[in-house]
């Protein structure tokens, strides 16, 4: 074993006094606002400041004290490192390229596999080509389509020589000694994904700024990915030091290490993602519950270009491209909880988004005899909160305080008992009021209120209750029938008959409480 090599080509850099120099932030001259302006857009960050910095800048060691200290092995596997980009800015895409051949042990570096992605600018054609000519390791792949970021990198890693793979993306600057750790975990362990913490790169004064180490990647429903740090309890209680190794329920998904051949028996990425988004829950999801781990190593450190959208167009609209990635990840890794993912983006039922033949990923999951997504929740992210259903338990009225009860296949309305499991109905994220199999419904008949057999995606099952209401104001203890919330005379709410005889649909009133409604707990609003 060995230390961890500091190499570092920019410790002595060409112009020390050049701008941002050792990842100091720079400011754009009086003279020339109004040309950085009109640039933002190239690549949607200071592309003026960025042409004015070195394309091989020193940047400050930011890796916690220690990491330089640390032991790796002699036989660390080679890597081949891929970049994908699509008309990405010349100088930034030079300055990634550098950061790698400047800060990487050359022997582990096996080639570092440029992917263009159809780019349009004249400059990323002849001009690059001539450019690294000069680095025997750089190899452009040029697609011949437009294929999206998912897709270009599944055709880098098909080209790709390395044992491993290192995905990395175009506008990033790779810190010191940042790819023995990276390695030193893919080693240890071939189904590890291993991750460098991903530091900033201002997209305004382009300075290198350093992040909390004790941050991991996690996602809010519908899907969103986040960071959070760890709390500081949890640090506390278990010891954690600033470079031990953090377990990350889902990756960033932009830079990672993964070896070549465990990447193709996971399948790599679903061939079914369009373009960009949703592929780092697929691949995060897939890790852990196919018996891999996802690990961020704090001795390992990249910056990178936070940009407020991207530079880059979809072929289908941005944000519809990744809504149905989701959805196509929820419906084939998500089990019973991607009702959980419906209730929250509510609107993909509505528009009955169409997430193409899951048949392939299906088997691939039953192939690869991966567990259950309540098994990831318990052991990997028990902290996301994830209850099944948004209410349980007695449906009770306010007026009368009676409950609903299921007596065969009709409704009644009795005195409430705990016990009783046909008075038991859960408020599930799909808006319906579900006993067993049978789902409360209008029946359509003057008002009249039956149990029809539950159909997960019908609105005219579905009702509208508590933080669901809100646009309808006054009736947040109502249940508001969706199917009939837009219909003339207005929107129709549940009753519970004064003669305790009868339930029925009739106009909201706010201000009558027999049409208001409480379910015995509430797990979520």
């Known amino acids: 074993m060995h230390r961890v090599l500091s190499m570092d080509a920019t410790l002595a850099p060409r112009d020390p006094r050049a701008p941002g ?8 001259p009086d003279d020339k606002q109004e040309e950085a302006k009109s640039r933002w857009k190239e690549g949607n960050f200071n592309v003026y400041l960025s042409d004015l910095i070195p394309v091989d ?14 032991q790796v092995h002699d036989d660390l596997p080679s890597t081949s490192i891929i970049m994908c980009f699509v008309d990405e800015v010349w100088s930034t895409l030079l300055r990634s390229v550098h950061s790698v051949l400047g800060r990487s042990p050359p022997h582990l570096v096996q080639e570092i596999i440029l992917v263009d992605d159809f780019s349009t600018k004249e400059h990323l054609k002849e001009q690059l080509d001539a450019y690294m000519s000069r680095f025997p390791k750089v190899k452009i792949l040029r697609l011949r389509e437009r294929h999206g970021l998912i897709r270009a990198r599944l055709a880098g890693a098909q ?7 290192t995905f990395l993306d175009s506008h990033v600057e790779c810190n010191v000694g940042w790819l023995e750790p990276l390695l030193e975990r893919v080693r240890l362990r071939r189904t590890k994904v291993a991750c460098p913490v991903i530091e900033v790169i201002s997209d305004k ?4 700024m350093t992040v909390d180490n004790f941050q991991r990647g996690i996602f809010t429903w519908p899907m969103n990915f986040g960071w959070r740090q760890i709390p500081q309890e949890v640090i506390e209680k278990n010891k954690i030091k600033e470079t031990d190794i953090i377990r990350c329920p889902v990756m960033a998904g932009g830079l990672f290490s993964i070896e070549k051949k465990y990447f193709s028996e996971l399948g790599m990425y679903d061939p079914g993602l369009d373009v960009w988004g949703g592929e780092n829950m697929e691949l995060s999801f897939k890790v852990w519950m196919c018996g891999g781990e996802i690990e961020i190593v704090p001795c390992s450190r990249v910056g990178h270009i936070f940009r407020n959208d991207n530079p880059y ?6 944000v519809r491209t990744v809504e149905r990635n989701l959805a196509r990840v929820a419906e084939v890794w998500l089990d019973e909880y991607k009702e959980l993912f419906y209730g929250h983006a509510y609107h993909l039922l509505l528009s009955a988004v169409d997430v193409g033949d899951l048949r392939p990923q299906s088997r691939l999951r039953e192939q690869l005899r991966c567990k259950t997504f309540r098994w990831y929740l318990q052991n990997v992210y028990p902290d996301l909160e994830a209850p099944l259903v948004k209410a349980s338990g007695l449906l009770m009225n306010v007026a009368l305080a009676g409950c609903i009860a299921v007596e065969g296949t009709t409704l009644a309305f009795r005195e409430c008992d705990v016990n009783n499991p046909n008075q038991k109905f859960n408020y599930t994220w799909l808006r319906l009021v579900q006993h067993g199999e049978l789902c409360l419904a209008p029946a359509g008949v003057l008002g009249a209120v039956g149990l029809r057999r539950c159909q997960g995606r019908s609105r005219s099952l579905a009702w509208l209750h508590r933080s669901l209401a809100a646009a309808q104001p006054g009736l947040a203890e109502h249940l508001i029938s969706e199917q009939q919330q837009q219909q003339p005379p207005g929107p129709a709410c549940l009753e519970a008959a004064p ?14 409480p027999h049409q208001k409604w409480r379910f015995g707990r509430y797990h979520a609003d």
């Open 159 to 165: 080209v790709a020589t390395g044992a491993v793979l």
């Open 499 to 512: 003669s305790r005889r009868a339930l029925r649909v009739k106009r909201c009133d706010p201000g009558n």
């Open 57 to 70: 800048r020193a940047i400050t060691d930011t890796r916690p004290a220690g990491c330089s200290e640390q």
């Open 21 to 28: 120099q050792f990842g100091h932030p720079v400011a754009v």
């Open 205 to 208: 004064d382009m300075s290198y």
């Open 313 to 318: 167009s979809f072929p289908k609209e941005r």
